[in-house]
């Protein structure tokens, strides 16, 4: 007998076409890139679909497949060795956000030299996420997508992928969403701010403070 998603698999499948359409509508999506999963169980996840566009997807297209990386059900994404990646290091982990928010993935692009976002510059990136760094490039769909996140997993909740995109992961699908949404918020702020003459630095003391702050607000991405 076919496997068919379950009534709650489909309520959960509704919730990711909606943060979707919210990524499409800030421009953090285009054409079929990104992908979307969601851990329903220690060992079903839902992700989006491969070749789709996802402002435009229906929930019934959603795929399942194990944490093995087996197809339970559908065509999930071929970027899926990421969203595995995270399940399998991060037991926190419910969702898994990727996409291409263009200003975070051109900083990869114009300044390879660097290993983070800029965080000393700004409170909320320290607030909101301690530090967003900058993962490896990979090719896409080959196993180094996955190994390239190890050596930032579970610390790090919010990671720009060189010269690809971004990824975020949370204990639910809105601290994810919000991740990946700050990302591009945050890279759009330091970009204004180098072309209007550079970046400055917080005082020592203040980054202290920051950080500790952060201790104490605790781990989710904000």
């Known amino acids: 007998m076919e496997l068919e998603l379950t009534s709650e698999e489909l309520l959960i499948a509704d919730e990711i076409v909606a943060v979707c359409k919210r990524l499409y509508r800030r421009n953090c999506l285009a054409a079929a890139d990104g992908n979307i999963s969601f851990r329903v169980s220690d060992d079903r996840i839902l992700m989006t679909p491969t070749g789709i566009s996802k402002a435009f997807m229906h929930p019934q297209e959603m795929a399942l497949l194990d944490i093995n990386g087996d197809v339970l059900i559908g065509k999930p994404s071929g970027e899926r060795k990421m969203h595995l990646a995270v399940y399998r290091n991060c037991p926190q982990a419910k969702a898994v956000v990727h996409a291409h928010p263009p200003t975070a993935i051109a900083w990869s692009v114009a300044r390879p030299d660097l290993k983070e976002l800029p965080s000393q510059s700004l409170s909320e990136v320290i607030l909101a996420a301690g530090s967003i760094p900058f993962a490896s490039y990979a090719r896409p769909g080959e196993e180094a997508m996955g190994t390239v996140l190890e050596e930032f997993l579970p610390e790090h909740r ?59 607000l605790g781990p989710k991405l904000l």
Request: hydrophobic share 45%.
């Open 158 to 216: 919010a990671l720009i992928l060189s010269r690809h995109g971004a990824l975020t992961w949370g204990e639910s699908l809105n601290e994810a969403w919000m991740g990946m949404e700050r990302i591009e918020h945050v890279s759009q702020i330091l970009m204004s701010a180098e072309k209007l003459g550079g970046m400055t630095m917080l005082p020592a003391e203040e980054i202290t403070a920051l950080y500790e702050l952060r201790k104490k």
